[in-house]
């Protein structure tokens, strides 16, 4: 047993890592006195549109605010109804309420939890006016399918800054797709967002949204009312250094997965979400699946017997619908049987840059003693 807890993910030992070049950036921000939308902003945004593969990416407060923008630049408003993904953040969901819109909720495959093109369409009604799937844990959600329905889609990438799907950078393929820069993501400010788009008119829409002016810096006219959703240098300055290291760091986390990958296959019930050999999967986070019949006891007793052995897990996600504003808001909601059965089953195992291969031995050691303690 480890002597201290294993965090799930060790925020302060990553940012540790990188403080001589946070520090430098930080201290040239305060210095300048330009503390919004200033240079590092731009820089940001220009390198992220860079790695992205697209000609505008436009950083925000935060990912819920990328979502929010997101929706009103592309129309979404009373009376519409947005397909999404019940396995998520509620952020998802809670911004098309705000829009004064209604979330309908589609199962989920039953490998890796994304959206089931399927059932996305057999959802599409006359009132639908976004798809919005989630690439959930960094896994790209199938979005050629998605796509083919012939409505725009809002992607929530805030797990899949490095992913590619079919080849494509993730970023580069819905017509707006939304990134967080909270603390725990792989491009980690402590908090941000950015939508990346290829539409000219989605760009400008989201520009215009995102401060109570004119993107073309107009101080005394507006064409829409705008909201306060600015990305700060100070936190466009933290990004910078993290997209330089988002590679590298995804490096890491890759032997991390292949470590977790190898171990598991000798414990029966506890299973890793599946990932697409045809896609490049941003290694956000390692979530399993505990089944109790063959692990020989639920995912609450796991997690429970691993704090004991000084092991921190999560829980990502349980299923939205069943949430109580959701349940009780849209009470005719019809049953997910794939996604309810899983928001049972998953569970989190450590995992950042800053692990070392000793801390993930630690965490495949102590699950290895709880799966013989109860499968024995």
Request: negative net charge; charged residues 25%; glycine residues 6%.
């Amino acid at each position: 047993m480890p002597d201290a807890q294993i965090p799930l993910v060790d925020v302060k030992a990553q940012y540790e890592r990188l403080i001589p070049q946070i520090q430098e950036r930080v201290t040239a921000v305060l210095d300048s006195g330009v503390f919004i939308l200033g240079p590092n902003v731009k820089a940001f945004e220009q390198e992220a549109a860079q790695y992205l593969g697209v000609p505008c990416a436009v950083g925000v407060a935060n990912g819920t605010d990328a979502l929010v923008l997101a929706l009103e630049a592309l129309g979404v408003g009373p009376g519409d109804e947005v397909i999404m993904t019940p396995i998520t953040w509620p952020a998802t969901a809670n911004v098309i309420v705000h829009a004064g819109a209604t979330p309908v909720f589609v199962d989920v495959n039953d490998d890796d939890l994304n959206i089931d093109p399927e059932r996305a369409r057999e959802a599409v009604t006359e009132r639908t006016k976004v798809v919005l799937p989630v690439d959930l844990a960094g896994q790209p959600a199938d979005l050629d399918p998605l796509m083919a329905l012939g409505l725009p889609v809002i992607e929530d990438a805030a797990h899949a800054a490095e992913s590619r799907y079919r080849g494509r950078k993730i970023g580069a393929i819905a017509d707006a797709t939304c990134f967080s820069l909270y603390a725990t993501k792989n491009i980690a400010a402590g908090e941000g967002g950015l939508i990346s788009t290829n539409r000219d008119d989605v760009a400008q829409a989201v520009l215009d949204l995102r401060q109570m002016r004119r993107g073309d810096g107009s101080i005394y006219d507006i064409p829409v009312p705008g909201y306060k959703a600015n990305l700060s240098d100070v936190l466009a300055a933290i990004a910078l250094c993290q997209l330089d290291k988002v590679e590298k760091h995804r490096e890491i986390r890759q032997r991390q997965f292949a470590l977790y990958d190898d171990a598991l296959t000798a414990l029966d019930g506890i299973t890793p979400l599946a990932r697409d050999d045809r896609d490049l999967h941003a290694l956000h986070l390692y979530i399993v699946r505990v089944d109790p019949d063959r692990a020989g006891a639920t995912r609450n007793d796991y997690q429970r017997a691993l704090r004991e052995e000084n092991i921190a897990t999560s829980i990502h996600f349980l299923p939205v619908h069943k949430l109580t504003y959701y349940r009780e808001r849209f009470p005719e909601q019809p049953p997910l049987p794939v996604a309810e059965h899983a928001g049972d089953e998953i569970m989190s195992l450590p995992l950042s840059p800053a692990h070392s291969d000793e801390d993930i031995g630690d965490v495949i050691a102590a699950l290895h003693r709880v799966h013989e303690r109860f499968t024995s």
